[in-house]
């Protein structure tokens, strides 16, 4: 069974910047796909970044060149770094996992507020 933990959580005001962190356990993490998604009120969840074992990454358009995603399987985690935040980027955010070309698991997600 594999486990995420996002941390990170805050409200931060237009411009600024924050870092999400995941955990993950219960999985050869070098091997995962590991993404971020996030969902709005009232909106579908939609991806942020992914990033591929070999680490390549990708974004959508709304947040390239301003969220960058990273890994360290050292430590089992992936992080988002995110700037210039814009309020619209306002959403609860998932750390997602990739695992075995198979199975999908989530985290319990982590809110992240952008005050105008």
């Known amino acids: 069974q594999v486990q995420l933990v996002e941390s990170g959580r805050g409200l931060v005001q237009a411009g600024g910047s924050l870092r999400l962190s995941c955990a993950a356990s219960?999985?050869?993490?070098?091997?995962?796909?590991m993404a971020w998604y996030r969902q709005a009120p009232g909106k579908q969840r939609e991806l942020v970044a992914r990033?591929?074992?070999?680490?390549?990454?990708n974004y959508p358009d709304s947040v390239k060149g301003r969220f960058t995603i990273s890994r360290d399987n050292t430590k089992n985690t992936v992080y988002l770094q995110m700037n210039s935040l814009e309020p619209e980027d306002t959403a609860v955010y998932y750390c997602?996992?990739?695992?075995?070309?198979?199975?999908?698991?989530w985290g319990r997600g982590t809110q992240v507020t952008v005050s105008a």
């Open positions: 219960g999985s050869i993490f070098s091997l995962n796909t």
């Open positions: 990033i591929t074992s070999g680490g390549n990454t």
């Open positions: 997602h996992a990739f695992v075995d070309g198979l199975y999908n698991y």
